[in-house]
């Protein structure tokens, strides 16, 4: 049996890789360049740092996402384990609060007696030790480099959309409502005052933003006419089909977004009882 696993990378896959490798017995070197050395998208110098949206997708056993986390927790996960005692509301999502979950993970990894960690960037792979590559997108110029001759790759992409945050001052609660999808609805035969009461006891998880046919044309034409940011050298003009920038999404048509994010299914408005075109909804603590 080898001696020790080398594992390069102290993010979300490296940690949880660590944790694993331990349970086992087995004494792990955990790499990780932080916070000697930063990508473009770290901040913090913890481990699993949560770098775009604080949310895990469903925990609902009845999709894939959900039943991939509940068989996580049946095996003992670490990051689920963390994910789910620093969760935020957020309706049918598992969300976090970043800075308490990647608190958590680095506290749990550092009070693990079988995981050392080495706070040095790793520009070598070891050929005589077994090793756990965990970089990420963001993996150092020399690294990736090696990587890729190790490979024989030469392209190695990451595809992302970064969830914008904003100030929950902004957001005239006049108009907009507390809400989960499908759980906020009005059912077909429900009374109006039964309706509010049974919504006035949902978890302010969700801030949802309700647009009638001239508010969206407004919002539309204000997107896809936006000042857009510069990209970062390191970003490609690739899109991931699977996580799309809404301002892309909607390019391609007026309609796209009602067809995708923003459809009229699972809200209804307060204002006009009806069924109502939503914006993405915007957890309200992070």
């Known amino acids: 049996m080898e001696e020790y696993i080398t594992i390069i990378g102290g993010g979300l896959a490296g940690c ?3 944790y694993q490798v331990a349970k086992q017995g087995i004494k792990v070197k955990l ?7 930063y990508s473009p998208a770290h901040t913090n110098e913890n481990l699993a740092e949560v770098v775009c949206s604080n949310s895990f997708k469903s925990n609902l056993i009845t999709n894939a996402c959900g039943l991939l986390k509940e068989e ?3 095996m003992d996960s670490l990051l689920i384990k963390c994910a789910d005692e620093t969760s935020l509301p957020a309706g049918q999502a598992l969300a976090v609060d970043r800075k308490k979950f990647s608190s958590l993970v680095t506290n749990k990894i550092k ?3 079988n995981i050392e960690i080495i706070n040095e960037e790793a520009i070598d792979i ?8 965990a970089t990420g997108p963001l993996t150092s110029d020399e690294l990736a480099t090696k990587i890729s001759k190790l490979t024989g790759q030469d392209k190695l992409y990451f595809y992302d959309a970064q969830a914008p945050l904003i100030a929950k001052d902004s957001i005239d609660m006049n108009i907009a409502f507390y809400g989960n999808r499908y759980e906020q609805e009005r059912e077909k035969d429900e009374e109006i005052e039964e309706w509010k009461k049974r919504i006035s ?3 302010d998880g969700y801030i949802n933003l309700p ?6 044309e407004k919002f539309y034409n204000e997107l896809v006419n936006a000042e857009v940011v510069t990209l970062h050298e390191f970003e490609k003009k690739e899109i991931f089909e699977g996580c ?3 301002e892309i999404m909607a390019k391609r048509g007026q309609d796209t977004l009602r067809f995708g994010p923003l459809k009229p299914v699972g809200f209804t408005d307060l204002r006009t009882r009806k069924k109502t075109i939503c914006s993405s909804s915007a957890k309200t603590r992070q």
Do not use: G, S, T
């Not at 790499?31 to 050395?37: F, I, L």
């Not at 647009?211 to 969206?216: H, I, R």
């Open 111 to 113: 009070e693990n007696k």
């Open 201 to 203: 006891n949902q978890e």
């Open 16 to 18: 949880e890789a660590a």
């Open 72 to 74: 996580l927790r049946i």
């Open 126 to 133: 070891p050929k005589d030790k077994i090793v756990i590559i």
């Open 31 to 37: 790499y990780e360049m932080k916070p000697k050395k």
């Open 244 to 246: 799309m920038p809404l």
């Open 211 to 216: 647009m009638n046919k001239e508010e969206y």
